[in-house]
Every structure is written in structure tokens, then in C-alpha cells.
């Protein structure tokens, strides 16, 4: 079965320091990865996405994710966290032929304390 | 520009209204998503239209009909839902079904008295 995990409920780091979301993937095929942020009462926001060629990828907000293979993650990462970064971010995939069925993570509840 | 707007942002109804989401995008998106996600979740996908036409209901209940008048526009009409119902609903829309990017609309924030 095709899934796509993110181990980390909430993730607590100090505003200025680096942060890191994690995410895992289990699909068939190449997958399509994607990042997105949804802060409280609002949709989802598109960050990032991966398809193919470069493994590091550069998103909205100086948000970037990095695509390894080898570990199946696609964890999202950013230099120099800020309090407004605070949200929830949704790991997600898909493979060609799904129809469009995104699977997502459980999300991750970013806290930037200053 | 890569703005979906839905409306209204909120709706109270009672188990025996009939009440309507609606959402739209000028994007020229041929294919159109009606989420449903309850607090801290994940959306849980209930419909997607492509060109048009109903290609995927995720065995969603009758209670919740979806309508896509045009390339623009989404509907889902309500009726007779349940106090577990309630939730954000989400519409989204990609270029393609396929593996583009869906945009996500603010939501509609659904209360089921």
C-alpha cells in the first residue's frame, strides 16, 4: 500500500535556529512529492514540490526539501526559522495514473518559540 | 495567479437544511477537488472532477452531491447531514489530475446543529 508518513507530531525549535520536518514515502513508481503549510482556519498553502532531476528542491519562503531516494524521505527544511513559521505543514505524494488521489502525511505541528 | 475562492467561509445549518458550498478558480484548471478535513488532520479526499466529469468519489454518503457546472466552478450541495459533518471543507484545483499541483481554497468552515 502506497503511504507517506511524518513521524514527528510537533516539532519545537527557537526562532534563528535551522529547522528540519521530516517526512518518509512508501510508492510505487516515481513518486511526486509535495509540502504544504496550512496556518489556523485556512487552507492548505502550496510550499514545494519534487518530480524529478535536482534532489534539493526550493520552495516559497526560503523553505527547500530534499529528495533521497535511498532513504524514501523528503524532509523540509529551512536555514533560520521565524516565529511566523509556526503551522502546520502536510507531507504529500502521488504517482502518475493515481487520478489525481494525493496521500497525505499526518502532519507536523511547527512551534518557533523566540 | 493561483487563487481558488470558496464560499462562504462559514455555515451553521440544521440535519434537515439544504445548503450549498460553492467554489471557483480562473486558473484554467481542468480539474477540480472537494476535500473534507476535520482539526489537526490530514483533508480526506471526496471528489474529483476532471473536465468536467465526476472521475473519483471516494464512496462518499448521498447526503453530499457535488456539481460542476462549468470549468470554473464547483458545487457541493448538502442535504440532511449529520453533527459529525461538520468540518472544513476544502476545494482545491490542479491543471491536470494527474501529478500537478493542487491550489487550495480558504475553506468553508461547516458546523451541523
Known amino acids: 500500500a502506497q503511504s507517506v508518513a511524518q513521524p514527528e507530531d510537533q516539532v519545537n525549535v527557537a526562532e534563528g535556529n535551522p529547522l528540519t520536518v521530516k517526512c518518509t514515502y512508501s510508492?510505487?513508481?516515481?513518486?511526486?512529492l509535495f509540502w504544504y503549510v496550512q496556518y489556523p482556519n485556512r487552507g492548505l498553502q502550496f510550499l514545494l514540490k519534487?518530480?524529478?532531476?535536482?534532489?534539493l528542491v526550493k520552495g516559497s519562503y526560503g523553505f527547500e526539501a530534499e529528495f533521497n531516494k535511498s532513504q524514501t524521505s523528503f524532509h523540509l527544511k529551512k536555514p533560520s526559522a521565524l516565529v511566523s513559521d509556526s503551522a502546520l505543514y502536510f507531507c504529500?505524494?502521488?504517482?502518475?495514473?493515481?487520478?489525481?488521489?494525493?496521500?497525505f502525511g499526518q502532519g507536523t505541528e511547527l512551534s518557533v518559540k523566540p | 495567479d493561483t487563487e481558488v475562492t470558496q464560499t462562504p467561509k462559514h455555515l451553521v445549518m440544521g440535519m434537515t437544511n439544504k445548503k450549498s458550498l460553492k467554489c471557483e478558480q480562473h486558473?484554467?484548471?481542468?480539474?477540480m477537488y472537494w476535500y473534507k478535513q476535520k482539526a489537526k488532520k490530514p483533508p480526506e479526499l471526496m471528489f474529483v472532477?476532471?473536465?468536467?466529469?465526476?472521475?473519483i468519489n471516494e464512496s462518499v454518503p448521498s447526503r453530499f452531491s457535488p456539481e460542476c457546472p462549468n470549468s470554473s466552478l464547483l458545487n457541493l450541495h448538502l442535504h440532511a447531514l449529520q453533527p459529525e459533518d461538520s468540518a472544513l471543507y476544502l476545494c482545491?484545483?490542479?491543471?491536470?489530475?494527474?501529478?500537478?499541483?493542487?491550489?487550495f481554497g480558504p475553506g468553508t468552515r461547516l458546523t451541523v446543529l
Open positions: 482545491a484545483s490542479s491543471l491536470d489530475r494527474n501529478t500537478d499541483t493542487q491550489y
Open positions: 510508492v510505487s513508481g516515481n513518486p511526486y
Open positions: 519534487y518530480i524529478t532531476g535536482d534532489n
Open positions: 504529500a505524494g502521488t504517482t502518475g495514473g493515481q487520478g489525481g488521489k494525493l496521500i
Open positions: 486558473m484554467g484548471h481542468r480539474a
Open positions: 472532477y476532471s473536465y468536467e466529469k465526476l472521475s
